[in-house]
């Protein structure tokens, strides 16, 4: 009997023992000192990441009503129309491009505005600024929105999305009450804009021109010079093992394979990276998505950039500085602009400024009037090596000098542009009387 206590004593103590190291084992909690990671790198960033729709946005709308055009190039008025179509949901898109004998009558006609994009952009990037009923839609390239106003009283509306470099057009549809809408907000209200008028260059192109003189301001700004250091943190893979030398006023940084340079007398930073493999085939959406990312990735979006261009076989992109009005700003040694090259896994070659304008010097404005259009276009016109299909743009714009080497101004001022087989080229009041001045 003795032993048969005994042996329940002991037993129970045992589970006593087994309870509460049962419960020291759930509600310990180990008081670790916090541990400092001196190798922690955080994200090196100049500005701050920029949505993809102000990157990838309309440089032009025309209306054409009645026989007239109108146009605005206006930032702001740009960006209302473009949030109130962001809003829409669009549905059965098809390809109309076999179907459609005159592709120039069908984006010009009467009773359409015509939102026009500096280049071809994939759909399938701009699926994350439109609305699409469907989760599957034909892949194309368009560089044209075209939206048929005219009709706004017959049934559901119609949305043309057009490439006027490839000849390629997409139908798709939207409720008729958002037609009406735009109608309402933007179409009727069309002849508050600037008069354009139509040049036919060549059997497939039209370009029209702002009509009458034009006045825009004159600017200075007193430029921000970037961070050297930040773009060196960015762009080398391990920025710890990175060299820096200057000589002659250039910055030279550089690790076994990639080089950056930045020369405070032009303002421009270059980096190379020589090794990356670039011999494979690059699509459109994959070229253009990761060269907004790679910027986005570092804040570069120092200034309102937007995308203008790329080349698939170059494997290249570019972004172009815009006025806070909406023109595009030109400089003929890539002082307003970014360009990427890409290899397969990484990128090649990066271009830019290391410069922001971010202080304007409002006491130096100047209101400038310009030449108008037609008396711009005679003087196009009257060169002997001028021919008109090969004339893509005829726009205004601002050229971007430097205004004082001592304090390192820069002017920005006002001028025509114009673009012809795929090159810029600039003319001012004093041009016309003189020979054409290219850009590229």
């Known amino acids: 009997m003795r032993y048969e206590n005994s042996k329940s ?14 419960w020291n084992l759930w509600t310990y909690q180990p008081n670790f000192d916090l541990m400092e990671n001196n190798d922690y790198v955080a994200e090196v960033t100049l500005k701050e990441k920029r949505e993809l729709h102000k990157i990838i946005t309309p440089d032009l709308v025309l209306f054409h009503h009645n026989g007239q055009h109108r146009g605005t190039t206006n930032a702001v008025e740009i960006d209302k129309m473009m949030n109130e179509i962001r809003k829409w949901s669009f549905y059965d898109v098809e390809n109309l491009s076999d179907n459609i004998e005159d592709i120039k009558a069908l984006v010009h006609g009467n009773g359409n505005a015509e939102i026009i994009f500096p280049a071809d952009i994939p759909i399938e990037i701009y ?14 390239n368009f560089n044209r929105i075209v939206i048929n106003v005219e ?19 997409y139908m798709s549809h939207i409720s008729p009450g958002l037609l009406n809408e735009f109608n309402r907000n933007f179409f009727k209200n069309a002849m508050q804009y600037q008069p354009y008028f139509a040049f036919d260059a060549s059997e497939q192109r039209t370009v029209f021109i ?3 003189n034009m006045e825009m301001m004159e600017y200075k700004y007193l430029p921000v010079v970037l961070n050297s250091e930040a773009f060196k943190e960015a762009l080398f893979s391990d920025p710890s093992f990175v060299q820096r030398g200057t ?17 405070s007398n032009t303002n421009m930073l270059h980096y190379i990276n020589p090794n990356a493999d670039s011999k494979y085939d690059e699509n459109a959406y994959d070229l253009l998505m990761r060269s907004i990312d790679f910027i986005n990735g570092h804040g570069g979006w120092t200034d309102p950039y937007r995308y203008v261009a790329k080349d698939e076989k170059r494997k290249s ?7 806070t009005e909406g023109y595009p700003v030109f400089n003929g040694s890539g002082l307003s602009e970014i360009q990427e090259v890409w290899g397969r896994n990484e990128i090649t070659k990066y271009v830019r400024p290391n410069i922001a304008l971010e202080l304007p010097l ?15 276009l005679q003087f196009l016109k009257s060169r002997r090596s001028f021919k008109p ?24 001022e006002p001028a025509w542009f114009y673009q012809y087989n795929q090159e810029w080229g600039q003319i001012t009041k004093e041009d016309l009387g003189g020979a054409l001045h290219g850009l590229e």
Do not use: H, W
Request: proline share 3%.
């Open 9 to 22: 004593v002991i037993l129970i103590v045992l589970i006593m023992v087994s309870i509460i190291l049962t």
């Open 127 to 140: 699926r994350g600024v439109l609305k699409f009923e469907e989760k599957r839609i034909p892949a194309f």
């Open 362 to 376: 409002t006491t130096e404005m100047v209101k400038v009037t310009l030449p108008s259009g037609t008396e711009v």
């Open 247 to 263: 000589i002659s006023q250039v910055e030279e940084y550089s690790d076994v394979s990639s080089k950056m340079t930045v020369d």
């Open 317 to 323: 992109v570019k972004f172009r500085l815009y006025s």
């Open 151 to 169: 009709n706004s009283e017959k049934g559901n509306g119609i949305v043309y999305f057009i490439s006027s470099d490839y000849q390629r057009v």
């Open 210 to 212: 702002p009509d009458g």
């Open 389 to 412: 299909e090969l004339l893509e743009q005829l726009v205004l714009g601002y050229r971007m000098t430097r205004a004082d080497d001592v304090n390192k101004l820069i002017l920005l």
